[in-house]
């Protein structure tokens, strides 16, 4: 590390044209090569996923993305059938029937068919087929139709539309607007902490160039594998967190040796060489909880968790050798001017703890029992929602009520059922004659289930070996019920179905597609929190060789997950505060919502307890006086640590801004967790229980320390050595008035 960081020092200009020129050469194949992100959510084996597969290969002009045109008549100007409303409809439709981009557009006038036109007769709607698919669409093609339609509303006629592509028109505001409300609050807290607008821009330039090509280089990635579409989005999220603390950590260190007299080079290196390698060290951490999603073997997250890791270590290669480069440029004024003046009249002065921390260690010290108790009644107290999670995918009935998606959402939901919006479609596998007869009658069965409002005639097409039954539900696509209705389907109705037969009859459709997406992430679920979960203890058991600390950190993760989810099942799936907030209507919880909050909560919550634990091991190490170890570890790193936390909070809050409902989860369950992290649990609860603990918490079995290789995650301090330290001891009850000399 001290040679790395000397050469780039030496060199910046060099280190800081290599940066911009991979920025530029990542950022340019990008653009030439085009994004190529997925939303698909199948996966292969699964019901839904063969429904999906046969519907696609027999009935493919079913198996396309089409947006819905909706009307509605108020009582007050007559129903969608009155003269004046099919006149205006009519000429509408036919005018965006012509548009380029539109293949065909199905309506309810001029045919026989009244299936669209609700049973008041006062909404409908039309089907519009575009060329190609949704993902690939313009916004401003699909603008044109929206405004083409709406061009024939009139006082009392309300037209709406639809579907994936009109979901394309909504945008919550310019593009990267939550980005750069994040970076300028993260900016303001830099200036309260460093006092000087140099030393501010550091860790804000080092993240953008780190994130910004991670960005570009995840555009890339989707040529190569399986990328989510959010993947983009949530790296950035992601990495604008940890790549701007990371920066704070060094950035905050090489102004400590500035200010004890270190020439800037000197203070530079020194910086890296200790914080920079805890800097790795927490990185590494983050990245291996990411990459801890690739044993859950689904592509649609291999991608996300690839991205995400990818990010991160970007943001921490930019760090270690970017950093120091400008830090080398920027010279004294990394100090405030006031900082500097008095460093020139007064000189050196030694590194003091500022008076509020020094209090608040000393008082967690006096009372660790009360204060521990009121951690974790907060953290149980807002873990309580998480017991009601429910897993599934939002859709356009979650956007906010202003949108015409929610608008024609609910406009079909009132005049055709709540059900309407999310049909479950049954793909029947014929091998013959007896085959088509039993799936025939499967309509008869069907009309008669509980929780189904209509049932389509079969539709015996796909070359005569494939049929298809449209069922609509009673209920919402979101609603618990309809999740049942799927079951019963499949546990019951379908197997009587088929019985005596070669029948295979497989649901699809968008709650059954939802409900075995989830049902595969809650089932590797256990075994993905196994692992992250024994990495990060594997790592702190390495870096302080104690059994009490890994142990606490675990359960410290795990808490900060569950209080986390609870304040995002709350605000999203019982909308307390969602529709003020613009994140629409109350729905369930994305299903990779869990796996990856917990490998970036994992990874985030392990830097704190790094930065946290690390000072007091250190000074552990020199007195073997536990109480003393953590006073002064707090003492020393809570300031650092709040600031970084204020600064991921408001990178991560930035993303309700979105204008994504997906993102919005993750910026407000991240921000929560953050939260809860810094200010309950490191800097409360942590050191409350080592305080109760005592000499316990630095207890390694003989066998343990004798086999276990030696790493450091911090160079020692060249101001102090530490004392060598002994061999294994037993569990203390309190060394805390016998430190060693």
């Not at 960081?5 to 030439?32: D, E, P, Q």
């Not at 991160?312 to 100090?335: E, H, N």
């Not at 009490?548 to 410290?556: D, R, S, T």
């Not at 006073?631 to 600064?647: H, P, Q, W």
Request: charged share 15%; net charge neutral.
């Amino acid at each position: 590390m001290a040679a790395l960081a000397r050469w780039c020092i030496r060199r910046s200009a060099v280190v800081i044209v290599l940066w911009l020129g991979l920025f530029a050469g990542v950022a340019a194949a990008a653009a030439v090569a085009g994004s190529a992100y997925s939303n698909d959510y199948d996966i292969p084996g699964t019901g839904s996923s063969t429904a999906s597969r046969l519907l696609e290969q027999r009935f493919p002009d079913r198996a396309g993305d089409t947006d819905t045109i909706v009307w509605h008549t108020a009582d007050r100007a007559g129903t969608v059938r009155s003269a004046d409303v099919e006149r205006r409809m009519t000429a509408a439709l036919r005018r965006v029937a012509e548009l380029p981009g539109v293949v065909s557009v199905t309506g309810p006038y001029g045919t026989d068919d009244t299936s669209r036109v609700s049973a008041d007769q006062h909404t409908a709607y039309a089907t519009v087929v575009f060329r190609e698919p949704a993902a690939d669409l313009g916004k401003d093609e699909v603008n044109r139709v929206l405004d083409t339609a709406r061009s024939a509303a009139a006082p009392g006629l309300e037209i709406e539309m639809g579907g994936v592509g009109a979901g394309l028109t909504e945008t919550a505001g310019p593009a990267h607007l939550s980005e750069a409300i994040g970076v300028a609050v993260a900016a303001v807290v830099l200036f309260l902490a460093f006092g000087s607008l140099a030393a501010t821009l550091l860790p804000i330039a080092t993240a953008l160039i780190g994130v910004g090509t991670a960005y570009a280089a995840i555009g890339l990635l989707g040529h190569a594998m399986t990328v989510a579409d959010f993947a983009p989005m949530l790296g950035m999220l992601i990495g604008l967190g940890v790549g701007i603390d990371y920066a704070l950590f060094i950035v905050t260190r090489h102004r400590r040796g500035l200010r004890q007299g270190l020439p800037v080079a000197e203070a530079a290196q020194r910086a890296v060489t200790t914080s920079g390698r805890a800097v790795i060290f927490a990185g590494a951490t983050v990245c291996l909880a990411l990459l801890g999603m690739l044993v859950l073997r689904l592509s649609f997250l291999n991608g996300v968790a690839v991205a995400a890791a990818l990010t991160v270590a970007l943001t921490v290669a930019a760090s270690i050798t970017l950093l120091p480069a400008l830090l080398g440029l920027l010279g004294m004024r990394a100090l405030s001017r006031r900082e500097r003046r008095r460093l020139a009249e007064h000189g050196p002065r030694p590194a003091t703890v500022p008076g509020l921390a020094t209090r608040w260690a000393s008082f967690v010290e006096r009372y660790p029992k009360v204060l521990g108790a009121v951690a974790v009644a907060v953290m149980l107290t807002l873990a309580l929602p998480t017991l009601s999670l429910r897993l599934g995918t939002s859709d356009q009935g979650n956007n906010p009520e202003t949108s015409t998606t929610r608008q024609a959402y609910d406009l079909l939901a009132e005049g055709f059922g709540p059900g309407f919006n999310g049909p479950l479609t049954l793909i029947g596998s014929i091998g013959g004659a007896e085959d088509r007869i039993a799936f025939t009658r499967l309509t008869t069965t069907l009309r008669t289930t509980e929780g189904v409002a209509s049932v389509s005639a079969a539709d015996l097409g796909g070359g005569g070996d494939t049929g298809v039954i449209t069922v609509v539900p009673t209920t919402a696509p979101q609603s618990p019920d309809t999740s049942r209705l799927v079951e019963r389907l499949r546990a019951e109705v379908l197997p009587k179905a088929e019985e005596g037969t070669s029948l295979r009859v497989y649901v699809g459709g968008l709650t059954a597609g939802y409900d075995d997406f989830a049902a595969v992430i809650v089932s590797k679920l256990p075994l993905f929190v196994g692992v992250v979960v024994a990495l990060g203890c594997v790592l702190l058991l390495l870096a302080f060789r104690s059994i009490g600390i890994p142990v606490k950190a675990a359960v410290m993760n795990v808490a900060a997950v569950a209080s986390s989810f609870g304040v995002v099942v709350a605000v999203f799936q019982w909308g307390w505060g969602s529709e003020p907030l613009g994140l629409g209507r109350a729905g369930p919880i994305e299903p990779f919502l869990p796996v990856i909050m917990v490998s970036v909560l994992f990874g985030l919550s392990m830097d704190y307890q790094v930065f946290l634990v690390s000072r007091m091991y250190e000074e552990w190490q020199h007195t073997r006086d536990n109480r003393l170890a953590v006073r002064v570890g707090l003492a020393e790193t809570s300031r650092v640590i709040n600031s970084a936390a204020l600064i991921m909070i408001a990178v991560f809050s930035a993303f309700v801004l979105s204008g994504d409902r997906t993102i919005a989860m993750f910026g407000i369950g991240l921000a929560a967790a953050v939260a809860l992290d810094a200010f309950v649990l490191r800097t409360l609860l942590v050191p409350a229980l080592m305080h109760l603990l005592g000499g316990a918490n630095w207890w390694l079995p003989g066998w343990l320390e004798r086999t276990l290789p030696r790493i450091s995650i911090e160079a020692p301090d060249p101001e102090r050595s530490p004392l060598p330290v002994p061999g294994p001891r037993a569990p203390e009850a309190d060394t805390a008035r016998t430190p060693v000399p």
